[in-house]
Nanobody
Framework: QVQLVESGGGLVQAGGSLRLSCAAS????????MAWYRQAPGKQRELVAL???????NYADSVKGRFTISRDNAKNTVYLQMNSLKPEDTAVYYC???????????????WGQGTQVTVSS
């Protein structure tokens, strides 16, 4: 059974930084894209950043220049470094990964449980 476990959320003042981590575990054959999404109260879930298996990344316009996504393939882990945080970054952040299990011939999307990020003004 594949699991994604996130850590690193919390409360920070505007202008501060946080680093989120998400580790995948289980019967994993390979991981394709890994990504971070967020969902603020009353809003739809949105893509924040995505990174491919070879390290190519893209970002939502609202976080470009402030957030950096990276991954450690040996650890099946994706990170999100968030700098210059703003109150509008407040949301539950979710990890997402396209994972092929050893018992399957194709990849499926898996989600973490979410971690709260709150930025105070």
């Amino acid at each position: 059974q594949v699991q994604l476990v996130e850590s690193g959320g919390g409360l920070v003042q505007a202008g501060g930084s946080l680093r989120l981590s998400c580790a995948a575990s289980g019967n994993i054959f390979s991981i394709n894209n890994m990504a971070w999404y967020r969902q603020a109260p009353g809003k739809q879930r949105e893509l924040v950043a995505l990174i491919s298996s070879v390290g190519m990344s893209n970002y939502a316009d609202s976080v470009k220049g402030r957030f950096t996504i990276s991954r450690d393939n040996a650890k099946n882990t994706v990170y999100l470094q968030m700098n210059s945080l703003k109150p509008e970054d407040t949301a539950v952040y979710y990890c997402n990964a396209d994972i092929r299990e050893r018992t399957r011939n194709w990849a499926f999307p898996f989600w973490g449980q979410g971690t709260q990020v709150t930025v105070s003004s």
